[in-house]
């Protein structure tokens, strides 16, 4: 694998080109987004797509993101390009949010996992615009993990786990946002948030002057599947557990349940425990927790921590996308 570092700022075209290259020809590039370090390949060309769902090792009914160049360029691989999303691009493209709209027949089905619709987004990032311009291409990228496990905010964080997987890494630093983009279906007759980010609701229905719906009309009333029905995803090596905020009774018995394992703990107002190896005080601010997030479970998973007790975020509009982060990661497996 080749890792090259490119300042994020002013990327250098030999270093573009070469990744660009690797594009043109079928390869896998590892490359950072404002969000998450995604793994990259021609979304046009079938055999490219195979191979970044073989590196992830993602299930093929799995669709991936295709990430543009520019609004035009999102436009030409829509079959309808409804108002709602031309009103949402122009508010947010570049940037976190990615929409579903129903897909242009030159969009491979290996891309969609099959779907008549496809998943589209301009990031906010000079590396990931400079690499699809220089390759002439759009380009399907998923998070730069291994399915289900933790995403990369850092150019270390892919090379650990995927490195022997891929020809090329861009590093280009830690990425802004830190948790992955907002996905908006625009597809159909109602708006719905399929994934929520930083980039929250009550702005998604500002910019749309009407509500937006969730997936299931049954959505958070459907029963918890048993332990080990849960798909785990966006976790960590560690097993994670969350506490309503400030619930110090729960955090503590779970503290010594876990005696003889290695414990940390990720809080924002409640006091440390002694039982406790490591606390880590987390940002009281959504945004800068979810640039944080990511990062700071990797940094415990490399120091070989078994347990991560978390201090619950408020449930409100501008937290769900790190509460959805924190609930999945916290799943048990
Ligand atoms: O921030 C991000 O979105 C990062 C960076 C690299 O851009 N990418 C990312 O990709 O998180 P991935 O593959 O890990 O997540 C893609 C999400 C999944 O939840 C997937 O189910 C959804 O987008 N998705 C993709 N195509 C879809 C479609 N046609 N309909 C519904 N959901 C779709
Ligand atoms: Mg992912």
Request: a negative charge; charged letters at 20%.
């Amino acid at each position: 694998m080749i890792r090259l570092h490119i300042d994020p700022g002013r990327p250098d075209s030999a270093a573009i080109e070469e990744a660009a290259r690797v594009i043109r020809t079928g390869g896998v590039v590892a490359f950072p987004t404002e969000t998450v370090y995604g793994l990259g390949a021609n979304a046009l060309d079938p055999a490219a797509i195979g191979r970044v769902y073989a590196a992830k090792g993602r299930p093929a009914y799995n669709p991936l993101i295709v990430h543009c160049a520019s609004r035009a360029e999102a436009r030409q691989l829509s079959r309808e390009w409804p108002d709602a999303a031309e009103r949402l691009a122009r508010k947010y493209w570049p940037g976190p949010l990615t929409l579903v709209v129903q897909k242009h027949e030159i969009v491979p089905g290996e891309v969609t996992a099959g779907l008549p619709t496809v998943a589209l987004r301009v990031p906010d990032h000079p590396v990931a615009l400079a690499l699809m311009r220089a390759s002439g291409t759009p380009i399907a990228a998923p998070s730069a993990n291994p399915y289900s496990e933790l995403s990369p905010t850092r150019a270390d964080h892919v090379i650990k786990t995927l490195g022997d997987r891929i020809d090329l890494i861009l590093d280009g630093g830690p990425t802004q946002v830190g948790i992955e983009s907002t996905v908006v279906d625009v597809s159909g007759p109602e708006p719905l948030l399929l994934r929520p980010g930083t980039i929250d609701r009550t702005e998604i229905e500002a910019v749309l002057g009407r509500p937006v719906g969730s997936p299931t009309a049954f959505a958070g009333e459907v029963p918890r599947p048993a332990p080990g029905m849960v798909t785990r995803h966006y976790s960590p090596r560690a097993e994670v557990q969350l506490f309503p905020s400030q619930d110090t009774t729960a955090f503590l018995a779970a503290a010594r349940e876990r005696s003889g394992r290695r414990v940390a703990a990720l809080l924002l107002q409640a006091s440390p425990l002694a039982e406790v190896e490591q606390t880590i005080r987390m940002p009281t601010d959504a945004a800068a927790y979810a640039h944080q997030l990511y990062a700071t479970l990797h940094q415990l998973d490399d120091e070989g921590y078994d347990v991560v007790l978390v201090e619950s975020p408020p449930a409100t509009p501008d937290w769900a996308g790190v509460l959805d982060r924190l609930r999945r990661a916290a799943a048990f497996a």
